[in-house]
C-alpha cells in the first residue's frame, strides 16, 4: 500500500462509519473481490436481449426505402458482420473517410435505408430508458466479434491520421479542470471510488478496458455504445459533448482500438 | 428512512400484492391447468423482519448450519443492483431453498422448490438497498436449517 | 405478453444444466419516478421449468429480485434436442413461456 492510499483511507475513515470498513478492507485486496463480483456476473449478460434486438433491426426492412441493413458494408464486404468490428474503425472508400462502428452504421442507415441522418443523430443513445436504433445494432454487430482478435489496421494514409489525431486528443489538457484522458488514463493503480482505471498505456490495460466495450451499464439498466463511452468520458472531463459520430469521436476510438491489437474482443460487457 | 416513508411504501405493496396475486393465479389457471404451483406465500414476501419471515414460511427457529448449506455471495458488490447468489447443500432431500436479504424493505427474495432428480442447488441474483446480509433457508427432510454472509455494498461511481 | 427469455440447457454427464435470463423490469414497488411519484411494483412471481411435462424447478420471486432475472440449476437426466420449457407470470397477470432444445 502506498503512501497517498493510506491518506485515502484515513480520509475515508474519518469521514463515515460505514465506509471507514469497505475502505479498510479495500486496502487489503479490494481490486481482487471486485474482479470476484464481475467473474461471478459475467454469464447471464441484459446485452444479450440488445444483440437479440439489434439482428432482429438488421434483417428487418426499414426506413423510407424498406430495406434491411443487410448489404451494409461494415468493411469486410457487404452484409459481413462476423468479424467487422475486430477490423475497426477502418478507411471506408466510399465516404472516403475512417469510420468507427456506430459512424458507419449511420452511413448505412441512412444511404441505404433513407433515415434522416438527424433523426438518428438526435438521440443517438438511448431515450425512455430504451437503447436507441443504431445502439442495439451496434450491439448485435459487436456480439459477431467476440472471441475473434482485434486487428486493426493503420496501412491507409487516413487510418494513421486518424490514430495520430486520436493519441493527441488523448493527451489533449483542456476545460475548466485542465483535464486530458491521461488525466485518469496513463498511470497505473488510479481508481474512481471503488473502480480501477485502466492504463492506455500498459497493454494488457488498455485491451481488458477496449474489448469490454459496448456494455451493459446495472446502474443504467441499459447497453451503452462506444461512442455514448466517450461522450461520457468527455462529460466527465466537462470537455464540450462531442458530435456523436463526429472525427474527433472516430480518431480517439482509432488510437485506443489500435491499443488493444491482439487480444480477443470480448464485449458486449456487463458493468456495475 | 423516516417512519412515514416505510408506511407509505407498505400501503402501496399492500395494494399491489393484492391484486398482483389474483392476477397470478388467474393467469396460472391459462397458462397451466394440470399442474398446481405452489402458492405465492404473501405473507413471507411482505414480512419486513426475518423472524417474520422464518415464521410465515413455517420455520419459526431453524438451526444455523453453515457447512450443510454452502451460500456463495460476492465480498463486495459494485452494484446492489446485481448480487450473484448461489445456494447448494449436502443435505438428504432437500426440498426448498429460500433466500433473504436482511435489511430490504420486504425481507425475502426468492423461494425455490426442488422436486426428485432436480440438484439440490440454485443461482440467482438479488437486489440490496445496502450492506447486508444474504440468508439462505434450507428445508430437507421436513426440517430447516439456515446461513448467512454479509455482502458489502458499496454505491457505483462514474467511469468503469 | 412479455418480452422472450434466453434459455440455454446442455447436458454432460447425465446432469442437464439450465440457465434462464428473462426480460423483466422487476419494479419494487419502492422507486420514485422524475415526478416524486411511486412506480407501481411490477416484477414476476412465479417461475416454472419443465423438462418432458415433468415441473424440475419451481420458483416464486419478491421485489428483491435483480432485473431481466437470471436463474441456474441442474436436474438429472436430459438428452440433446430434448425440450425444456420455461414460463413465468407477472404481478400484473402478464406470462411468458419460451423454450430451448439441450445441447450436447
Same mark, same amino acid.
Given at each position: 500500500m502506498n503512501i497517498s492510499n493510506v491518506k485515502k483511507v484515513i480520509l475515508v475513515l474519518s469521514l463515515t462509519a460505514s465506509y471507514a470498513a469497505v475502505a479498510a478492507d479495500a486496502a487489503i485486496s479490494d481490486s481482487d473481490r471486485i !474482479?470476484?463480483?464481475? !467473474? %461471478?456476473?459475467? /454469464?447471464? =449478460? *441484459? &446485452? /444479450? #436481449? /440488445?444483440?437479440m434486438r439489434g439482428e432482429e433491426l438488421w434483417k428487418k426492412p426499414g426506413g423510407p426505402k424498406n430495406v434491411s441493413l443487410e448489404k451494409c458494408n461494415l468493411g469486410k464486404g457487404p452484409g459481413v458482420v462476423k468479424g467487422a468490428y475486430a477490423e475497426l474503425p477502418r478507411y471506408f472508400k466510399d465516404t472516403k473517410k475512417v469510420q468507427d462502428l456506430e459512424s458507419r452504421l449511420l452511413t448505412c442507415m441512412t444511404t441505404l435505408q433513407g433515415i434522416p441522418e438527424a433523426d438518428i443523430t438526435a438521440k443517438p443513445f438511448a431515450s425512455e430508458k430504451k437503447a436507441s436504433d443504431i445502439s442495439s445494432l451496434a450491439t448485435y454487430v459487436v456480439g459477431q466479434s467476440k472471441g475473434i482478435k482485434m486487428a486493426v489496421s493503420l496501412k491507409h494514409p487516413k487510418e494513421k491520421e486518424a490514430y495520430e489525431i486520436g493519441k493527441r486528443i488523448f493527451n489533449y489538457r483542456a476545460g475548466p479542470y485542465d483535464f486530458a484522458c491521461s488525466t485518469c488514463h496513463a498511470t497505473s493503480d488510479v481508481r474512481i471510488r471503488m473502480q480501477d482505471? *485502466? =492504463? #492506455?498505456?500498459?497493454?494488457k490495460d488498455a485491451q481488458a478496458a477496449f474489448t469490454s466495450w459496448p456494455a451493459y451499464r446495472v446502474s443504467q439498466g441499459l447497453t451503452r455504445s462506444f461512442q455514448w463511452r466517450l461522450n461520457d468520458c468527455f462529460r466527465q472531463q466537462r470537455f464540450p459533448e462531442p458530435k456523436f459520430a463526429s472525427e474527433v469521436t472516430v480518431d480517439l476510438t482509432m488510437f485506443l482500438a489500435v491499443s488493444a491489437n491482439g487480444a480477443e474482443y470480448a464485449g458486449p460487457g456487463l458493468k456495475r | 428512512m423516516n417512519k412515514e416513508i416505510n408506511l407509505g411504501r407498505r400501503e402501496a405493496l399492500k395494494a399491489g400484492g393484492g391484486i398482483g396475486l389474483m392476477a397470478v393465479l388467474g393467469a396460472y389457471g391459462l397458462l =397451466?391447468?394440470? +399442474? $398446481? %404451483? &405452489? !402458492?405465492? =406465500?404473501? +405473507? $413471507? #414476501?411482505?414480512?419486513? +423482519? %426475518? /423472524? !417474520? &419471515? #422464518?415464521a410465515a414460511m413455517g420455520a419459526a427457529n431453524p438451526e444455523v448450519n453453515a457447512t450443510a448449506i454452502q451460500l456463495s455471495v460476492p465480498e463486495i458488490a459494485e452494484n446492489g443492483a446485481i448480487v450473484p447468489v448461489t445456494v447448494s447443500s449436502t443435505l438428504a432431500n432437500v426440498e426448498q431453498i429460500t433466500i433473504f436479504v436482511d435489511k430490504n424493505q420486504n425481507v425475502m427474495a426468492a423461494n425455490f422448490i426442488f422436486p426428485a432428480g432436480t440438484e439440490s442447488m440454485v443461482t440467482t441474483r438479488v437486489k440490496m438497498g445496502q450492506t447486508a446480509n444474504v440468508v439462505a433457508l434450507v428445508k430437507a427432510d421436513g426440517k430447516f436449517y439456515r446461513t448467512a454472509k454479509e455482502v458489502k455494498v458499496t454505491a457505483g461511481g462514474c467511469g468503469g | 405478453m412479455g418480452n422472450p427469455m434466453k434459455i440455454r440447457a446442455a447436458v454432460k454427464d447425465g446432469v442437464t444444466e439450465v440457465k434462464i435470463l428473462m426480460q423483466h423490469e422487476m419494479e419494487t414497488g419502492m422507486r420514485k419516478d422524475g415526478d416524486g411519484s411511486l412506480v407501481p411494483a411490477w416484477f414476476i412471481t412465479e417461475v416454472k421449468a419443465q423438462y418432458q411435462g415433468r415441473t424440475v424447478l419451481e420458483a416464486q420471486f419478491g421485489q428483491s429480485v435483480s432485473k431481466n432475472p437470471y436463474l441456474l440449476f441442474r436436474f438429472k437426466g436430459g438428452a440433446a434436442g430434448e425440450k425444456v420449457t420455461v414460463s413465468w407470470v407477472d404481478n400484473k397477470g402478464d406470462s411468458r413461456t419460451d423454450e430451448v432444445a439441450i445441447s450436447a
Open positions: !474482479e470476484q463480483y464481475r !467473474e %461471478m456476473i459475467s /454469464d447471464g =449478460n *441484459p &446485452a /444479450d #436481449f /440488445d444483440e482505471l *485502466p =492504463n #492506455f498505456h500498459v497493454q | =397451466n391447468s394440470t +399442474a $398446481a %404451483m &405452489a !402458492e405465492w =406465500n404473501k +405473507a $413471507a #414476501f411482505s414480512s419486513k +423482519a %426475518m /423472524d !417474520e &419471515a #422464518f | -
